[in-house]
């Protein structure tokens, strides 16, 4: 796939979904790699400021010194886990939890990259891309996300969708993670972490999804453009119930 075929990709994304956001290149830079000099690198930033940066329209790169989430620096392979986090502990610290233990499952059982497998990492607004992503990442209302993920069902010739999250690193792991290291959608609600660091809406969540897929994702959401969507969207039904009671 061409450069371009990414940037009219997004385009179309946003037109038929009506997306508030850009959707987001994603780009694993191994240590081998050049990260690109004329991209602003983030400093103190947290990764779902970096997404949410991304999908406004900036090209950012963020690396080992730039992360500010431990957890996301695990997760990408940058540092180690504190102890703090790994024991359970940190998690009742901010009452997301009641038991430690329930903490230390949920840090034990998180998907992560080898240490030292990055260099860094390279968001950007897909329609303005000037490189092929590893990993697209729409972050937006949850319907406007169904669609997608109905799109990503048919690809698969109807296969049930599989969703991994532990409410944790949902924008990290569970949207960038999970679809680099085992190659298919996944999708969340969001998380504590993103919904206090970010402009992420009560009623948005997020999903990833490998690049590869964005071919046949973006063939049929121009597919369920046609009926599906515009049928949905009418809630006809709901209004024929409507009249239906208040004949009644």
């Given at each position: 796939?061409?450069?371009?075929?990414?940037?009219?990709?997004?385009?179309?994304?946003?037109?038929?979904?009506?997306?508030?956001?850009?959707?987001?290149?994603?780009?694993?830079?191994?240590?081998?790699?050049?990260?690109?000099?004329?991209?602003?690198?983030?400093?103190?930033?947290?990764?779902?400021?970096?997404?949410?940066?991304?999908?406004?329209?900036?090209?950012?790169?963020?690396?080992?010194?730039?992360?500010?989430?431990?957890?996301?620096?695990?997760?990408?392979?940058?540092?180690?886990?504190?102890?703090?986090?790994?024991?359970?502990?940190?998690?009742?610290?901010?009452?997301?939890?009641?038991?430690?233990?329930?903490?230390?499952?949920?840090?034990?059982?998180?998907?992560?990259?080898?240490?030292?497998?990055?260099?860094?990492?390279?968001?950007?607004?897909?329609?303005?891309?000037?490189?092929?992503?590893?990993?697209?990442?729409?972050?937006?209302?949850?319907?406007?996300?169904?669609?997608?993920?109905?799109?990503?069902?048919?690809?698969?010739?109807?296969?049930?969708?599989?969703?991994?999250?532990?409410?944790?690193?949902?924008?990290?792991?569970?949207?960038?993670?999970?679809?680099?290291?085992?190659?298919?959608?996944?999708?969340?609600?969001?998380?504590?972490?993103?919904?206090?660091?970010?402009?992420?809406?009560g009623g948005e969540a997020v999903?990833?999804?490998?690049?590869?897929?964005?071919?046949?994702?973006?063939?049929?959401?121009?597919?369920?453009?046609?009926?599906?969507?515009?049928?949905?969207?009418?809630?006809?039904?709901?209004?024929?119930?409507?009249?239906?009671?208040?004949?009644?």
């Amino acid at each position: 796939m061409d450069i371009k075929f990414y940037r009219q990709s997004a385009k179309e994304m946003t037109s038929i979904l009506g997306l508030s956001r850009s959707p987001v290149g994603i780009r694993f830079l191994l240590a081998k790699e050049t990260i690109p000099e004329h991209v602003r690198l983030l400093d103190r930033h947290r990764y779902c400021q970096a997404l949410m940066l991304a999908g406004r329209g900036e090209p950012v790169i963020l690396d080992e010194a730039g992360i500010a989430c431990p957890a996301a620096a695990a997760a990408f392979g940058f540092r180690v886990l504190p102890v703090g986090l790994e024991s359970g502990k940190g998690l009742v610290g901010f009452g997301i939890v009641a038991d430690p233990e329930v903490g230390k499952r949920m840090f034990a059982d998180m998907p992560r990259l080898a240490a030292g497998r990055l260099a860094a990492l390279h968001l950007f607004p897909l329609e303005k891309t000037v490189f092929p992503p590893d990993i697209i990442a729409v972050e937006d209302e949850a319907e406007r996300l169904m669609w997608i993920a109905l799109a990503a069902l048919h690809t698969d010739g109807g296969r049930r969708l599989r969703a991994s999250t532990a409410v944790l690193q949902a924008t990290c792991v569970d949207s960038a993670v999970i679809p680099f290291l085992e190659n298919r959608l996944n999708f969340c609600y969001g998380c504590y972490g993103c919904r206090d660091a970010t402009d992420i809406k009560g009623g948005e969540a997020v999903l990833g999804f490998p690049a590869g897929m964005l071919p046949a994702i973006v063939e049929h959401l121009t597919f369920l453009q046609q009926k599906a969507i515009p049928a949905s969207r009418a809630k006809n039904a709901l209004a024929d119930l409507e009249r239906r009671r208040s004949d009644g």
